[in-house]
Structure formats: structure tokens, C-alpha cells
């Protein structure tokens, strides 16, 4: 049976997870509040929808809480990060992935319920210290 995931926010980091994803056989439903950046994965998720993710009654209608693991890769608006979180929390989604934007979003992030909080800028500029740092082989 195919993995299935929600992506909510389609942003570079969003955009390349739905693409990894897809490209790993595995069911994505793409959720975006820009009707522009729904077009643009509209041939590349299974599902690409036009949605407010911090608007309970849509994301229950959308059925998230059957999806085994939900990405919140909204980077800006973090009040919409941390509402769009609490609410799939209520929802009872098993695993939750969240982008922070800086440490205070993560803190709080962590403290109402995000299975895995990822801050992609840092994390990668830590990795790549690290492979510079260590000898022959560079995988980054
Ligand atoms: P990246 O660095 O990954 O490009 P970013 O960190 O700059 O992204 P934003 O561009 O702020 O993040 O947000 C990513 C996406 O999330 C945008 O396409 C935006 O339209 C979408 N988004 C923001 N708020 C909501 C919301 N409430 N519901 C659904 N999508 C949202």
C-alpha cells in the first residue's frame, strides 16, 4: 500500500518535499492557500488543493486525520504555522513534521505537540560544516 501524506505550504521547502515524495512512490495531498501555487502542483501531487489550513472545518473536511503524517512547511505566517499545528493535534494526526523559522517558533512548536520541528537553513548549514569538516567524502 502506498505512503500517504498531506504537505501544507508549497514554498521552496514545501514544493521539494511534494516533489521527493511523488517521486518516491508514495500518495501526497498538496494543500496551499495560493490558488497559484496549487496550479503549479496540480500535475505533480496526487492531489492538489486550494485550502486555509488554519481553518479547522476545512481540514476535517479534507479528511487529514486518515493521512499517516502531515508537513507544515509554512515559514512566514508563523501565528497560521502554529494554529494550522494545534489543529491537526486536535485532529489526531499521528505525525506531524513542522518547519520553524527561528528557535522561539520552534520552542513553542515543540511544546504544543510537533512530532519533528525542522528548520531547514540550519540544519543544512550544520551538515555541511560537518562534511567540510570531515574527510574525503562530501555528501551533501
Ligand atoms: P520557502 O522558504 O519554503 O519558500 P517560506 O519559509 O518563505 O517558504 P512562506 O512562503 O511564507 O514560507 O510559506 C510557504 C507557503 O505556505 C506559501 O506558498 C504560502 O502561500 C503558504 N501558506 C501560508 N499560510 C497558509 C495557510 N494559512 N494555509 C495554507 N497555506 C499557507
Redesign the pocket.
Known sequence: MKKEFVV????????SIVRELMSLGAHVMA????SE?VDEFASIATQAVI????DESVLTSLGIRNFEHVIV?????IQ?SIL?TIILKELGVAQITV?A?NDYHEKVLRKIGADVVVHPERDMGIRIANNMMSNTVLDY
Open positions: 501544507i505550504g508549497l514554498g521552496r521547502f514545501g514544493g494543500i496551499d492557500n495560493s501555487r485550502a486555509n489550513s488554519t512547511a509554512i515559514g512566514e505566517d497560521a494550522t518547519k523559522q
